[in-house]
């Protein structure tokens, strides 16, 4: 650490200590998504059922962001990620709730009561500890601090239960209710397409193909390299209507798009905030290892996962869960193959097969994720049990 880095750090490490000798407000509820970088994923799901079921007083919601300005939500306080204003809030709310890690500069207190969502129901690569050859010292010294701080571990599934219990650094409750973000698409109706698709500036009669790969650590773009202008005319043929291609590819590589987005047709949607409503409107999806697929999988849609670089990526990136093969997903690694597989893609097979997976798993995800854990933070915030002793759901 350099001796810019050390000064700012003990500056906030002063600044966190002098407001962590203030009163904690019972009923506050501090959120952030990815470190600041987003109003979505679960802890966005969590807030909106605050605002549309309880009444304006009952909670306090602070979101932290950062670039506050850009993001114009009513009902909430915003707050800039590492301002003065931002450790003051953090430090006195009663509950904190993300979907990934916090920092070194959460600094928990013995009364506050710290939920960790995640960011997924159910996950294809390897994660934390079964990832742990793989990841930054770093990040793994900071998982591993961060778990300890946990108070409450959501889990989407069975099988993820087995994982954060192996792999999460955490003995600590799981609360078995599904996931907050999914219960979205329980609740997806025409209604709520129409909304969306308007802001995407496409007509509500127009099918959807959503393609969302994860990251590579090599930056290749090679594993990116869908022949969309086939892919629109198999789905055209073999599905009818008219289809628009959405690509929603991992920020790291929006500055790459212009390279992979040539076709007409295919919409660069990367910077749009919240992939759930992506999903809602997609009628079909393409993905490779993301977790997307678990959540999807919820809507009955055909899911197929394009997987050029399965070899490689399995023996140099991450392992995986699952064998590509035990999934009831079509997939395919090359796009011959992918066009093949669309063509003799069976409904009715895909349904059984998401069936029996869903069953194997042992899903939690009933629409009543988020019903569910405001149960909980009301009784956290007022309560006079102590939270380790609350009752579950």
């Known amino acids: 650490m350099n001796a810019t880095n050390f000064i700012k750090r003990s500056i906030c490490l002063l600044i966190i200590y002098l407001f962590n000798c203030l009163p904690i407000k019972k009923n ?10 987003q109003y979505g994923c679960n802890p966005k ?10 009444p304006s007083n009952k909670f306090d919601v602070v979101w932290a962001f950062n670039n506050p300005k850009s993001k114009a939500i009513e009902g909430i306080r915003k707050v800039k990620t590492m301002s003065i204003r931002y450790f003051y809030e953090l430090c006195t709310a009663k509950v904190i709730l993300t979907n990934f890690r916090t920092t070194e500069l959460f600094v928990k207190r013995k009364n506050q009561y710290y939920i960790q969502t995640w960011h997924s129901s159910l996950r294809l690569k390897h994660i934390e500890k079964d990832a742990e050859n793989i990841l930054p010292q770093n ?11 946990v108070d409450l571990l959501l ?30 698409l329980f609740q997806s109706n025409s209604e709520i397409r129409n909304q969306i698709v308007k802001k995407l500036s496409i007509g509500s009669d127009i099918k959807i193909m959503l393609y969302a790969p994860t990251f590579r650590a090599s930056e290749s773009l090679e594993v990116y390299d869908l022949d969309y202008r086939q892919i629109s005319e198999k789905l ?19 500055s790459k798009s212009s390279q992979l987005l040539s076709y007409f047709s295919a919409i660069d949607v990367t910077s749009y905030d919240d992939i759930q409503e992506l999903l809602v409107v997609a009628d079909a999806l393409i993905t490779d290892y993301s977790s997307l697929m678990f959540d ?13 670089d399965i070899n490689e990526y399995t023996s140099k990136e991450r392992k995986l869960y699952f064998e590509i093969e035990e999934l009831p997903f079509i997939n395919a690694t090359s796009n011959s193959e992918l066009i093949q597989e669309m063509e ?22 009933n629409g009543d994720a ?14 006079k049990v102590r939270s380790e002793m609350l009752e579950t759901v």
């Open 296 to 308: 999807y999988s919820i809507t009955k849609r055909p899911c197929f996962l394009y997987v050029p």
């Open 45 to 54: 799901y969590i807030t909106d059922y605050i605002l549309s079921n309880y």
């Open 370 to 383: 988020c019903k569910n854990l405001l149960y909980r933070i009301d009784k956290v915030c007022y309560s």
């Open 139 to 149: 990040y793994l010294n900071l998982a591993k601090k961060d778990s300890t701080k």
């Open 155 to 184: 889990s989407g599934c069975k099988y993820s239960t087995e994982i954060f219990k192996r792999s999460f650094w955490y003995d600590g409750e799981i609360f078995e209710h599904g996931t907050p973000r999914n219960d979205f």
């Open 344 to 365: 003799r893609f069976n409904n009715v097979n895909y349904q059984e097969n998401l069936t029996r997976f869903l069953d194997s798993i042992g899903s939690f995800e």
């Open 236 to 254: 055209k043929s073999k599905f009818g209507g008219e289809w628009r291609i959405l690509v929603k590819l991992h920020p790291h590589l929006i």
């Open 28 to 37: 506050k509820v501090f959120m952030f998504s990815y470190y600041g970088s």
